[in-house]
């Protein structure tokens, strides 16, 4: 089974609109952190935005914050106020503590298209 | 600073070549990961490097050959490369605690490709 699920493999969006990109996780680990990583054409894979599994609070950063559901298992990027320069591949992976690796798990990763 | 520089940028080689990539990082980091990404797809894992010494290995064929001279730089050394070995290749580093927050930061990545 899917570590980390991303059902969407391509979005588009409208400048200045929001948007949320799905991320659906499954651990049986009660441990475990959730990463959102964005990768433009240039190929870097830029760090985002983290949340913990034992943090109360959603995770934001900027425009950037984590619609966090862990009952559902859930942990969705919404990106408010989209720019043109958000348009790139959108990663979510998770670290689990179980099994001692702490490796990251990837998902295959949303394409974002912000439309002008 | 948050920064993992990698050169080449783009690298062109022949499948007799022998090349290596670099990977330096300034953050005082002790975990450095080497990982290979085709078009489209999430990144794949191929070697960790935990306070300079090999950890994980997954299970990369021989011609990628890694190597930590210290704990700021990481190589990847090629040899007798194949076709579909042609991708980008990025490094990351972190803290390198065993922690759930312990946090990949990547370099920009080296776009290989080879004929």
């Known amino acids: 089974a899917q570590k980390i699920t991303q059902t969407q493999p391509g979005m588009f969006v409208q400048e200045k609109e929001a948007v949320t990109l799905d991320c659906t996780y499954d651990t049986s680990d009660p441990s475990y952190g959730l990463f959102w990583y964005k990768q433009p054409s240039s190929g870097e894979m830029i760090f985002l935005i983290y949340q913990g599994s034992y943090d109360q609070q959603n995770a934001t950063e900027g425009r950037y914050s984590l619609n966090f559901q862990k009952a559902r298992k859930s942990a969705n990027l919404v990106i408010s106020a989209s720019q043109l320069g958000d348009s790139a591949m959108y990663f979510c992976?998770?670290?689990?503590?179980?099994?001692?690796?702490?490796?990251?798990?990837f998902g295959r990763g949303t394409s974002l298209i912000v439309h002008p | 600073d948050t920064e993992v520089t990698q050169t080449p940028k783009h690298l062109v080689m022949g499948m007799t070549n022998k090349k290596s990539l670099k990977c330096e990082q300034h953050?005082?980091?002790?975990?450095m990961y080497w990982y290979k990404q085709k078009a489209k797809k999430p990144p794949e894992l191929m070697f960790v490097y935990s306070y300079e010494k090999l950890s994980i290995n997954e299970s990369v064929p021989s011609r990628f050959s890694p190597e930590c001279p210290n704990s700021s730089l990481l190589n990847l050394h090629l040899h007798a490369l194949q076709p579909e070995d042609s991708a980008l290749y990025l490094c990351?580093?972190?803290?390198?605690?065993?922690?759930?927050?312990?946090?990949?930061?990547f370099g920009p990545g080296t776009r290989l490709t080879v004929l």
């Open positions: 992976a998770m670290r689990e503590a179980e099994g001692g690796s702490y490796i990251p798990t």
């Open positions: 990351a580093s972190s803290q390198g605690e065993q922690v759930i927050t312990d946090t990949q930061y």
């Open positions: 953050m005082g980091h002790r975990a």
